[in-house]
């Protein structure tokens, strides 16, 4: 018959402090994750690389580099400040929202065991906040005409008769703040 703090020893192992035993990973696994996430990371970039390698050669023989580099430009820049901004306003609420919730004096799980899962969650908030603002990032890069138009935008000379507006705004501002 088992009981039940052979069974908490066994799934909750302490050294003789009574501080919870540290799970070490070893140095050949450590490598191997490094060396596996660096192979996904070497082909991502190959692939995007290939892929403007490309965009760019057809841009240049038909004689518009320019418009290639400024479409460019435009992408990189809306991820990254999309991708910045996003971040800064998530994880700051979700700071905001720690510091804001009431502390309850009871706590349910032993304060050995629970120091564990309060490094993995906060390493996970980081990683999804990191994940999430790349993935906003690449939906805002995706309007990079919209943006180009906005802040390219030319009158046309022409007001609508219904809302006295320049045709030009329903043109080039309405899809921007929309």
Known sequence: M????????????????????????GRRTTRAIIIVAAAIILLIV????????TEWLWFSSLGYGSVFATILKAKVLLFF????????LFFGNLVLATRLAPSSGTHFW????????????KWGV?????????????????????VLQFFNGQPFGIT??????EIGFYVFTLPFLH
């Open 2 to 25: 088992h009981s039940f703090e052979k069974d908490w020893q066994r799934w909750f192992p302490e050294s003789r402090d009574g501080e919870p035993v540290k799970l070490a990973w």
């Open 46 to 53: 190959l692939a995007i690389s290939k892929g403007l390698y």
């Open 81 to 88: 400040s999309a991708a910045i901004l996003f971040g800064i």
């Open 110 to 121: 032993p304060w050995t065991i629970a120091r564990q899962p309060q490094r993995i969650y």
């Open 126 to 146: 980081i990683l999804g906040t990191v994940l999430l603002s790349i993935m906003f990032g690449l939906a805002a890069q995706g309007n990079w005409q919209i």
């Open 160 to 165: 609508d008769p219904v809302f006295n507006k």
